[in-house]
């Protein structure tokens, strides 16, 4: 195994050509990453065609830097201007964005990138050595241990809610209630639609994020623009210091490890993996209190988790011959275009491929934390650019990316609305992040039950008779009751430090 792989890496740096398009790769993903709407999967799959007559390693590694980029490309934004390139980097917005606006701008992205290469770097030698093993144990997964899943990630709404656990709850039960719209998953009838076609296969989540998100900072600074005025931040150093990559360092680890996880769980993808990392560093933290008011903790966890996924979601692709998320359904076709058939017998005869794969897929990780380092100071001046022309240009991009999705106008105007929501939202202090997840997993914890009962007949003793099913369901339960026992432990001991001082 070692022998193939430090081969692939001799054939990457004796194929010039090769590492070129791997590098443009990863750039053209950065991009499209970081441009609201435009999604790591748009990105790999308008690509797609291009790569049909190159050699199968370049034309794969082409599409393998995008899918990397753009996950990554995706936190740039959202650190800067909240403005989320991709639905992983909601997450990622929200402690990116307050350290921004604290002038630690400079030092999230560095961060970010950092954390980006070490998930992704890990997660792709998990799947060089670990690849089989990993692929049986996502067998193993059916509706169930998917409604489990997605459940959890639900759950984790508690620990994105704010300062205020009620109001994150009426925000996730309110993105629940969208998430309903549409076509019913299992008998296919229309629910709620009143009529609307454009909403027959739900109310698109990626303009309403866009909305949440962008539109409604932009709302915000139209409201306290004044022309003349700069924004004020200004960035610190964009080094980090040895007491700050002690703090990360656990983050970066664990995140690392669910990340992988949950990518090679067919149906979840980098969004999951994202909050889920941000929850688990949460209640790891000894500085729980920074989370949400700007923690390098969380963008750690939230970049290296998401990026993590890209290896997790190429196990079950590359040993099954199942994709583990949207991007890798489309790397499925472009590995058949080139006479690959995915399986484990894609090891044994094509090991000097797959391998020379392999080392190209780390390259473009250390590409993207070279591009990402070097850029990040260019990138930070984004922040020092007048309001009076930076909100302009993002209400455009929030238009241009709502648009891009699928030509359609009605995403436009679901994204106005949205943004208008999430500015009277941020006006009242209800946080946006608990919606954006919530229509998110709502679809795939619907399906994924009724899908369950369908194979129990109705019996809902699979919950609990199934190991996995019953580890998640209760690690959901924890997760969703802690913050609310916290919050009543914390109420009763003011009361008695109260009453003791009286």
Do not use: H
């Given at each position: 195994m070692l022998d193939l792989f430090s081969q692939g890496i001799v054939n990457i740096f004796t194929q010039p050509t090769v590492l070129l398009l791997a590098v443009l790769g990863v750039v053209v993903g950065i991009v499209v990453g970081a441009l609201p709407g435009l999604t790591a999967t748009m990105g790999v799959a308008l690509l797609l065609p291009i790569t049909f007559g190159m050699e199968p390693v370049a034309g794969l590694l082409l599409l393998s830097g995008v899918y990397f980029g753009g996950i990554y490309g995706g936190s740039i934004t959202a650190i800067l201007l909240r403005t989320p390139?991709?639905?992983?980097?909601?997450?990622?917005?929200?402690?990116?964005?307050?350290?921004?606006?604290?002038?630690?701008?400079?030092?999230?992205l560095?961060?970010?990138?950092?954390?980006?290469?070490?998930?992704?770097?890990?997660?792709?030698?998990?799947?060089?050595?670990?690849?089989?093993?990993?692929?049986?144990?996502a067998l193993k997964f059916s509706a169930p241990e998917s409604f489990a899943l997605a459940l959890f990630g639900i759950s984790i709404i508690a620990s994105i809610s704010g300062t205020s656990l009620?109001?994150?709850?009426?925000?996730?039960?309110?993105?629940?209630?969208?998430?309903?719209?549409?076509l019913d998953p299992i008998q296919g009838f229309p629910r709620f639609t009143g009529g609307i076609t454009d909403i027959m296969n739900g109310i698109p989540f990626i303009p309403v994020m866009?909305?949440?998100?962008?539109?409604?900072?932009?709302?915000?600074?139209?409201?306290?623009?004044?022309?003349?005025?700069?924004?004020?931040?200004?960035?610190?150093?964009?080094?980090?210091?040895?007491?700050?990559?002690?703090?990360?360092?656990?983050?970066i680890l664990r995140s690392t490890g669910l990340g992988t996880f949950i990518g090679i769980i067919p149906g979840a993808g980098a969004d999951i993996a994202a909050f889920v990392s941000?929850?688990?560093?949460?209640?790891?933290?000894?500085?729980?209190?920074?989370?949400?008011?700007?923690?390098?903790?969380?963008?750690?966890?939230?970049?290296?988790?998401?990026?993590?996924?890209?290896?997790?979601?190429?196990?079950?692709?590359?040993?099954?011959?199942?994709?583990g998320?949207?991007?890798?359904?489309?790397?499925?076709?472009?590995?058949?275009?080139?006479?690959?058939?995915?399986?484990p017998m894609l090891f044994k005869d094509n090991g000097d491929l797959v391998y020379t794969l392999f080392s190209g897929?780390?390259?473009?990780?250390?590409?993207?934390?070279?591009?990402?380092?070097?850029?990040?100071?260019?990138?930070?001046?984004?922040?020092?650019?007048?309001?009076?022309?930076?909100?302009?240009?993002?209400?455009?991009?929030?238009?241009?990316?709502?648009?891009?999705?699928?030509?359609?106008?009605?995403?436009?105007?679901?994204?106005l609305v949205a943004g208008i929501i999430g500015y009277f939202m941020q006006?009242?202090?209800?946080?946006?992040?608990?919606?954006?997840?919530?229509?998110?997993?709502?679809?795939?914890?619907?399906?994924?039950?009724r899908r369950a009962l369908t194979l129990s007949n109705g019996n809902y003793d699979i919950f609990y008779t199934r190991p996995i099913t019953l580890v998640l369901l209760l690690l959901s339960l924890l997760t969703l009751l802690t913050p609310i026992i916290k919050k009543i432990w914390q109420t009763n001991k003011d009361s008695k430090d109260e009453s003791v001082r009286l």
């Open positions: 390139g991709t639905p992983a980097a909601a997450a990622t917005a929200i402690d990116g964005y307050a350290l921004t606006k604290k002038g630690m701008a400079g030092k999230a560095t961060v970010a990138t950092i954390s980006s290469f070490t998930g992704g770097t890990i997660s792709i030698l998990i799947l060089m050595f670990l690849a089989p093993i990993l692929a049986n144990f009620i109001k994150g709850l009426i925000a996730g039960t309110a993105g629940l209630l969208v998430a309903t719209v549409g866009i909305g949440l998100f962008a539109a409604s900072e932009a709302f915000k600074s139209l409201e306290e623009m004044n022309i003349t005025e700069k924004v004020k931040t200004k960035i610190q150093r964009f080094m980090i210091s040895k007491a700050d990559v002690k703090k990360i360092w656990p983050s941000y929850n688990e560093a949460k209640r790891f933290s000894k500085n729980k209190e920074e989370y949400g008011e700007g923690s390098l903790e969380a963008v750690a966890a939230c970049e290296s988790g998401a990026n993590a996924c890209t290896g997790g979601a190429l196990v079950p692709l590359l040993t099954l011959g199942i994709p998320d949207s991007v890798t359904a489309v790397m499925l076709g472009a590995l058949m275009v080139q006479g690959l058939q995915p399986g897929m780390i390259i473009c990780y250390v590409a993207m934390l070279i591009i990402g380092l070097f850029a990040a100071r260019y990138f930070a001046k984004v922040v020092e650019i007048p309001k009076a022309i930076l909100t302009p240009v993002i209400l455009m991009l929030c238009v241009v990316g709502s648009y891009a999705i699928n030509n359609n106008l009605f995403d436009v105007l679901i994204m006006k009242f202090d209800f946080p946006a992040s608990p919606v954006v997840l919530a229509i998110i997993l709502g679809p795939m914890v619907e399906s994924q039950f």
